[in-house]
């Protein structure tokens, strides 16, 4: 890749240790994103599918919706309860527009005091937007650029992620689409 190319593409939080750890870069979605490190994308691959890999999504769209009226809010853009969403619950939802077609996909996470909601990389401009023009009036929008995003996936991802964390009997009171925050490697993590 030329040099004046990659200046013109965002770079992750972690797009430092990858380059550290001898990762291939390509463009990705307006990132500089790894695409496989020295063993190759096959080992990685069959890593991922008998063990575990984690890899590095912080290209995807990271918001918080702050405020009373923030469910209410994100339940007119979504077919979906996030009203009844409890604590540390996430859910699987879709952005739709006024005639209820599809716009995109999304994770809604309640955090117990805002919601998290993901937006995938390609429309995260575009899902923000709607965000803003929509319920921007009634809640606080804040877009988390700054916040690194992980995909530990595999059949060994749990193992790995109770081996990593300070609480591991916080990784193990967690089931399908539950969240709680839990300190990996003296970090802070959701």
């Known amino acids: 890749m030329s040099e004046s190319v990659s200046e013109t593409l965002l770079r992750t939080p972690l797009y430092d240790l990858h380059v550290s750890l001898g990762a291939r870069m390509v463009p990705f979605a307006g990132y500089d994103m790894p695409v496989q490190y020295p063993l190759g994308v096959l080992k990685e691959h069959l890593h991922t599918r008998a063990h575990a890999g984690l890899f590095d999504v912080s290209h995807m769209g990271q918001v918080e919706l702050h405020g009373p009226d923030a469910a209410k809010a994100l339940?007119?853009?979504?077919?979906?309860?996030?009203?009844?969403?409890?604590?540390?619950?996430?859910?699987?939802?879709?952005?739709?527009?006024?005639?209820?077609?599809?716009?995109?996909?999304?994770?809604?996470?309640?955090?117990?005091?805002?919601?998290?909601?993901?937006?995938?990389?390609?429309c995260k401009a575009q899902d923000i937007a709607h965000l803003r023009k929509h319920i921007g009036h009634r809640c606080d929008i804040k877009v988390r650029d700054d916040l690194a995003l992980l995909a530990l996936q595999g059949p060994g991802a749990e193992a790995a992620l109770v081996g990593a964390a300070r609480m591991p009997e916080r990784v193990l009171e967690l089931s399908f689409m539950q969240g709680d925050y839990i300190e990996i490697a003296e970090v802070d993590c959701l």
Not at 86 to 98: D, G, I, L, M, V
Not at 105 to 116: E, K, P, Q
């Open 75 to 122: 339940e007119t853009l979504v077919p979906v309860d996030v009203i009844g969403l409890a604590p540390k619950k996430q859910r699987y939802a879709f952005f739709t527009n006024e005639q209820g077609g599809i716009l995109d996909d999304l994770m809604i996470y309640n955090t117990g005091s805002y919601l998290h909601v993901v937006v995938n990389a390609a």
